[in-house]
C-alpha cells in the first residue's frame, strides 16, 4: 500500500489545502492529513477542531484518513508506514523554507521521499492566516473554504 502524509497546522483547512490533498489522493492508495499538535502559533481552533473540519471538508474522497502528530514529521511518516510527504507550494517565498525543511528531512531519513505541488491558480493567493483576517473583520471567505469550515470560523468570530 502507498501511503503519503500531508502534514501542516491546517488552522483551519481551505481550499488550496483540499486541492493539493485531492490530486496527490489520486496518485497514492492513501493520503492522510497530519495536524501538527505542538504548534508554536497559537493557533485559532484547538486540535480536535481542526481535525474535525478536515474529516468533515474530506468525507466525500474515500482514501483520505486523518491523524494528529507531535515530534518529527519524518518519523511519523516512518511509524505509520509511508513513503513520502507532500507539501503545497504558492509562491518563491514558500520555496526557500520547503528547501530547508525537505533537505533536512532528507537527512534525518533519506527513505522518506518530499514532494511538492502547486495548488490550481485560484488558490495561489489563499492561507489561513488571511482566511481568518478577513472574516474577522467581516468579510465573505465562502467561495475558499468549505462550508463547515465558513460556519465555524463565523461562530469563532461571532462572540
Ligand atoms: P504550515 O504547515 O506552514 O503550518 P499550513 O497548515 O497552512 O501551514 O499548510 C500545510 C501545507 O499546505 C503546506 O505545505 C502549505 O504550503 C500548503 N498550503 C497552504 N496553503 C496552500 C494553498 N493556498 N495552496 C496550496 N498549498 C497550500
Known amino acids: 500500500m502507498r501511503k503519503i ?22 496518485l497514492f492508495d492513501v493520503l492522510e492529513f497530519v495536524v501538527a499538535v505542538n504548534v508554536e502559533k497559537d493557533p485559532l481552533f484547538n486540535v480536535d ?6 474529516k468533515e471538508s474530506t ?5 483520505i484518513s486523518v491523524s494528529r502528530f507531535t515530534g518529527l514529521v519524518v518519523d511519523y511518516a516512518k511509524n505509520s508506514d509511508s513513503i513520502a510527504i507532500i507539501r503545497g507550494l504558492r509562491h518563491v517565498s514558500d520555496f526557500e523554507f ?3 525543511m525537505a533537505m533536512m528531512n532528507f537527512y534525518l ?3 522518506i521521499a518530499s514532494l511538492f505541488m502547486m495548488p490550481d491558480e485560484k488558490y495561489i493567493h489563499l492561507n489561513s492566516t488571511i482566511v481568518k483576517d478577513v472574516v474577522k473583520n467581516g468579510g465573505n471567505v465562502s467561495a475558499f473554504v468549505p462550508s463547515c469550515v ?6 469563532k468570530y461571532s462572540g
Open 5 to 26: 502524509i500531508y502534514p501542516g497546522t491546517f488552522d483551519p483547512i481551505h481550499n488550496g489545502h483540499i486541492d493539493i490533498a485531492m490530486r496527490a489522493a489520486k
Open 49 to 54: 477542531e481542526r481535525l474535525s473540519l478536515i
Open 150 to 155: 465558513n460556519d465555524a470560523l463565523l461562530s
Open 59 to 63: 468525507n466525500h474522497i474515500e482514501n
Open 98 to 100: 520547503e528547501f530547508q
Open 109 to 111: 531519513n533519506p527513505d
